[in-house]
């Protein structure tokens, strides 16, 4: 069980694994970019959602031991974020700060995703114990920054849609779950 | 309209036995696979249960000096959302489109309307091989050997009226051939248009084949057009309507978004789109993105259309 929470958060290196596999063999695809960008786009988007299931899942199963699961959890959605952006920036533009910049100004979907990376950065840096020290009671206000940043990366998504909505409202609506039961949580236990 | 013999059919128009008998064997391994075909899976499979193959075609009527896209990545990754929105899905629902019998409709501004069965449609124009740059609008571009002949050929043959300006394209309709038009992503179905003197313009083809081999249904069998100067959306696919008429038809994606999409789409790396940076391209099978070239790199034949037209307003 020890051993499980102290190496469980490598499965979530296994999107990886496949995608370097087949950027290797050659089996992503017509467009092996294109898949690359959005696989590990949408394996951000998801561990960001299943960091946001933490608290949720806590209460209703009254069980802490989630809690160890939230730092890895969110470490993973800025990897994979990382990850992401930097595809794009090479991948996309091979270095190109002008294509990056022309992008920034003139296509919505760009502007509103690298705002949402923008407010994952700070989170990341800050996920250490030392860093939870120093800012103390700062820390928890700060890491409320993941719900813009998710709400972003949800418009990012729409905003990159170009007729079918099915699957960026799918996400949406979870999104939308988890934040409610956080409002629900809030007015019924009245906390603020 | 029924079959007549030909009685001015040329040596070259007959086909040579050992192509016949090929295209037999094809025809029997396909009937056994046929239950497989279902799937959509193999491309030549669902291709062969359209039937008959392409027979003669002229070939190098139109070269390219660029690396050809494999038939792989051409029939594999397209856009087609009457068969899916993803851009491997109509590969994989492609059995679905059944392709035979097909008719097509030629009414409007036309001296002779009437319904023409694709076999008709056919017989008169001799078969081309074209290598055409084909540019999507989501910036990714591939280079395709099409086998069809010019639009113009038919639409003389149809008589355009002295009051057509216009030419109106449809898809078919028919959400058990084409499950896509089960949810209203765009209003079905889906149509193009063109004006007429693109139309007529000689690069304008109406495609049958690809790579030698018929349309893969994925790629829009039995019947699409193909304009290369245009981002791909204009080339509508599985055709069966084709009109000539006075005023500018409604045209699919222009319609569900006329900001995005323009009538004209002519390919401009100096018209912006809000999600793709249309300066630039990824060509199917390259790793860097390449610069894309103002009407596709058919500038010198095309340009002259568009004469004194501000094309950043008429995009």
Known sequence: ?192 | MPFRWNPELKPEEITPEEWFKQRRRLMRSAALVGAGAVLGVDPLAAMEKGGAGLGEVRPGVVTLNEKQTSFQDASGYCNFYELGSGKEDPARQAATLVTRPWSVWIDGEVGRPGRVTLEELLKPHPLEERVYRMRCVEAWSMVIPWVGFPLAELLKRFEPGPKARYVAFETVLDPERLPGQKRELLPWPYREGLRLDEAMHPLTILAVGMYGRVLPNQNGAPLRLVVPWKYGFKSIKSIVRISLTTEQPVTSWNAHAPSEYGFYANVNPAVSHPRWDQSKERRIGEFLRRDTLPFNGYGDQVAGLYAGMDLTRDF
């Open chain 1, 1 to 192: 069980m020890q051993r499980l929470q102290r190496y469980g958060w490598l499965s979530g290196l296994i999107p990886l694994v496949w995608l370097v596999l087949g950027v290797w063999q050659n089996t992503l695809g017509a467009n092996p970019v294109e898949r690359l960008i959005r696989v590990s786009g949408d394996w951000a988007l998801w561990w960001l959602l299943l960091t946001l299931a933490i608290s949720p899942l806590r209460h209703l199963t009254g069980w802490s031991g989630w809690n160890r699961w939230r730092r890895p959890l969110g470490l993973l959605c800025f990897f994979y974020a990382l990850l992401h952006v930097t595809c794009y920036g090479v991948l996309e533009h091979f270095f190109s700060w002008e294509g990056i910049w022309r992008d920034l100004l003139k296509r919505p979907y760009i502007t509103v995703g690298f705002c949402a990376f923008l407010l994952l950065l700070p989170l990341a840096i800050t996920s250490t114990r030392g860093w939870m020290r120093r800012l103390g009671n700062r820390w928890g206000r700060l890491h409320l920054l993941i719900y813009p940043a998710a709400l972003l990366v949800i418009g990012h998504y729409v905003l990159m849609t170009k007729a079918d909505y099915r699957m960026p409202l799918l996400h949406a609506g979870v999104l939308g779950g988890l934040l409610g039961w956080r409002v629900w949580y809030v007015i019924t236990y009245r906390i603020m």
